[in-house]
């Protein structure tokens, strides 16, 4: 009986070490570059099929609960040679396995793509670029913009990218990356761009994510110079990067400078101030205006990166100057004429430290981390005259922000996941304000976020996320009592796919949103003889409510998406007026609700390879409620078409007029843009010149704004805004063996700042 309990006991120890035996590792493409979504199968040693999986969009994989016996394993993916690995797991219950896959050259060649160049995948979409969008881009940008993602709105020349209109999060290899990141991509060094609507994994917490993955050198520099300069008035954009890679480490070295100056702006304005005893009406037209600045940069990254992890550090320096920005107007009070001058100056310059960790603790678990601060000096000036008397301040600030955040994931079986990420980001500002009252002001504020999500498959078409957190935000400013906010987060979305071109998305938010730091002040500005400009320092957090449908298709050369979104938001932070003594107070509030519906409708049709084009239909009603009564809808739409010829690129885009309400309920009508650009690309030469708005130069904008006791219409033209071109010419030189030009990583050209300023 013993010996019977000693054999049972010794075949179920047998068989749960054989279920703990375990394969991962990562597969790799040409130039050892992340081969995504590879397709990994375990064969027995007569070639029957054990198991399999697929690798993740960094091409890590993994495979549990296999027997201890020896494998055949085999790695294959589309337009590359498979490989075949043994495997023995007789003497060891874990392995890991690195496999480069070599191009098979024969179907490379033979193959072309013309129909749509994008994939759904479980968790979002892959955009592969073609021969033609490579070579007529230069930059990050280009290159997301040729791709015609439906539902993705790029502007190349700002950085701007957004979808289901809010800002998208933009990553490189799996790293957050901003604007002088994605603008120095080299992108014939990017394999494919990933699009996630819904973000989960190391993504989650952002609206939406694109990813850029690129081809991995281990040895070779590059310099790289670009310069753009516009013609109608002068702007000029001028960078150079240099880059080193040995082994898996990078040197980056960034600097550029950029200038701009505008001259005859013009603006028309009628006021209405309501005192109780009397009105007064007030009418500007400018007479003379120029505005003038500057912005230099620098940046050192350097990078160390391994199979199992990757280490990032970022130095960096940024100096702003505007030392003119006036303007000069006839000014009738009443029908009585003067003269008015309104001038700022503002300077500020910016050091920069930050550092980011990312290890695989295992085939199916990472950590990541970052920690950064920056320390600004800013000064910024204000003078209004009249003929009966002017006002003036002078602000100097200190301004000091850490960030710092940890995220964990694990993969767990079934293709389910689990998330947790908490941030914390803390700012402290001490500022100095010169004017008729004297004022010192220190504020700190801090705010931690925690969250998880949990995503969960639901048969084999079919996943549910759920994303539970809090928020803290934590102020004081000297003087007052220091005020705390809790708020829950909460994030539903169910995605279906019917089959592999169509997907069907559900998403509901319970959120919160924070008033910016330069308004939770009790700082008083005049803005002129009338008017003062005011903080409040007790705003209330925004409560946010968000619903979202989504339908996309993707058949042949055709690819849509139809979009419908819900949102309100209670406790919205909107600008406030009233009338005290002889002023107008312009303030904030956050007692009021706003809520918005919008649908949107993307349309990419890839004629042929060298012709795409791109439409877009949005439209948009917003309405502010609760002691408060303004609504607004506009109807709006877009088109995009590119062109492409041997060395050349011919692009024609268009949008049409549209209407907006901002958050000082303040009505916009902006009018109709459109252009062409047509660029030259050729080995490492690019040269490109576009025009925006010919034939068009009386391009208007238009301003309402009515209430209690102001009211306001006006209009303004300004030179970027009429008939306006440019030329930019990039060259990069390849030394040693060439390398991805990925990155100007992190040069931010935005200085950190809370002072209250005159708008």
Known sequence: MKNLCFCLWLFLLTVSVSAQCRLDGHVYGENHSPLPYATVRVLSNDSVFVKGTTADSLGCYSLNALVAERYIVTYSCLGYSASFVTVDFRNQSQQRVNVDLQPDQTRLREVEIVGSSFVRTEDGLIAIPNKQQIKHASTGYDLLYNLMIQGVDVDRRSGKVSAFNQRVTLYIDGQKADYREVQSLRPRDIVKVEYYDAPTGRYSGDVTSINYVTRQYKAGGYVTLDAEQTIGYLDGNYNAVAKLVHGGTSYTLFAGHKMNESEGNRVQKEEHIYFPDDEVVRDYETMEARAKSNTQYAQLNIQNKTDRRTLVSKVAFVRNDVPENYNVSRLQYNGLQQTSRRQTQEKGWMPSLNFYANFELASNQYVEASLGGSYSDNTYGYVYREDDGSVSTATDENMYELNANVNYGIRLKHKNSLTVKLYHLHKVSMSDYHSANDLWQHLWTGETILFSEYN?????????????????????????????????????????????KQYIQLRANVGNSFPTISMLNNVEQNVDLIQVQRGNSSLETTKAYYLMGVYALHSGKFSLQATGMYQFYNDMYVSDR???????????????????????????????????????????????????????????????????????????????????????????????????????????????????????????YHFKLNDDVYSMRSSSTSKADRMTGYVKVAYTFDFLKKVNHDEKQDVDTKINSAILKVE
Request: glycine share 6%; net charge positive.
């Open 456 to 500: 969960h498959r639901i048969g084999k078409n079919t996943s549910f996320r759920v994303s539970p957190g809090t928020s803290l935000l934590q102020y004081k400013l000297h003087g007052n009592d220091m005020i705390r906010q809790f708020s829950p987060r909460l994030q539903l979305v169910l995605t279906h796919q019917p089959s592999p």
């Open 578 to 700: 009233f009338i005290e003594g002889h002023n107008l107070i312009q303030t904030y509030r956050s007692d009021v609700n706003w809520q918005q519906i919008i649908g949107m409708l993307s349309l990419t049709w890839k004629a042929t390879t060298n012709l795409q084009v791109k439409l877009d239909g949005n439209y948009n009603y917003s309405k502010f409620t609760r002691g408060v009564s303004a609504h607004q809808q506009t109807l709006s739409g877009s088109l995009q078409l590119n062109y492409y010829w041997r060395d050349f690129m011919f692009n024609v885009y268009g949008k049409t007029p549209s209407r907006m309400m901002d958050l000082s309920m303040m009505r916009v009508w902006m009018p109709a843009s459109y252009g062409a650009v047509v660029s030259w690309s050729h080995k490492d030469w690019r040269v490109e010149a576009g025009v925006s708005n010919p034939f068009y130069n009386a391009r208007c």
